[in-house]
């Protein structure tokens, strides 16, 4: 079974310029997270989808980030302008089931804002 | 509260010593507890997970004990290797929010 994939691994950007990431959730998991990671702390919720509605967004600085999740399957997170406090690795989880029940990661994006 | 404690911060064990990482929560509606591994660059793991309904689960060398009444869990790892050398999260899920809540880790490192 293939696991949740990520792209880009890496990405470095100026402050006030703009960057999307994508995922691809484990094929048939109905339920979508982004999570963000800032180092030395663990993942805090961004959004989450429940095939392709939003379940949570309400810690999603909405001023900046984005989400989407078309056709339930890939998702795409943005953040337009990026400030410095948004370097941290951005992770994409996936789930069978609700109840938060074995959250399935990708490796992340590790975002660096310069 | 959706607030989950952990700790310690850090901890170093001896190859075959036990690591013993605390956790605590506020929130009585928090109805499944998992624990995740994480190694350097790449994505937290389901290590193991447990329900309040039950005060003690064990998988191998890794052993969740949870009490209820104190709103504190915990993960033992018996016979601890170099391997084990990870990040560890204690995590708690809301059932009405379907939402998970996750600790700050455990950076654990097992010497030889």
């Known amino acids: 079974e293939a696991g949740v994939a990520q792209s880009p691994r890496y990405k470095i950007i100026e402050k006030r310029q703009s960057v999307a990431f994508w995922c691809n959730p484990i094929s048939g998991h109905a339920t979508l997270y982004w999570y963000q990671q800032i180092l030395g702390q663990g993942p805090k919720l961004l959004i989450q989808?429940?095939?392709?509605?939003?379940?949570?967004d309400s810690q999603l600085p909405k001023d900046r980030f984005s989400a989407e999740r078309l056709k339930g399957v890939d998702s795409t997170l943005k953040i337009q302008p990026a400030k410095l406090e948004d370097s941290a690795v951005y992770l994409c989880a996936s789930s069978s089931r609700q109840g938060g029940e074995k959250l399935f990661f990708g490796s992340g994006t590790q975002l660096s804002v310069l | 509260q959706q607030q989950v404690k952990q700790s310690p911060q850090s901890l170093i064990v001896q190859k075959g010593g036990i690591s013993i990482i605390n956790c605590a929560y506020e929130?009585?509606?928090?109805?499944?507890f998992p624990w995740y591994q994480q190694f350097p660059g790449k994505g937290p793991a389901l290590l193991i997970a447990i329900r309040p309904d039950v005060s003690e689960k064990k998988e191998g060398r890794f052993t969740i004990s949870f009490n209820k009444s104190a709103k504190q869990f915990s993960l033992h790892i018996m016979d601890s290797q170099p391997g084990d050398s990870a990040t560890y999260f204690c995590?708690?899920?809301?059932?009405?929010?379907?939402?998970?809540?996750f600790g700050p880790g455990t950076s654990l490192s097992v010497i030889p």
């Open positions: 995590a708690a899920n809301h059932p009405s929010y379907d939402k998970v809540i």
């Open positions: 929130n009585t509606a928090f109805d499944y």
């Open positions: 989808f429940q095939n392709n509605g939003v379940v949570d």
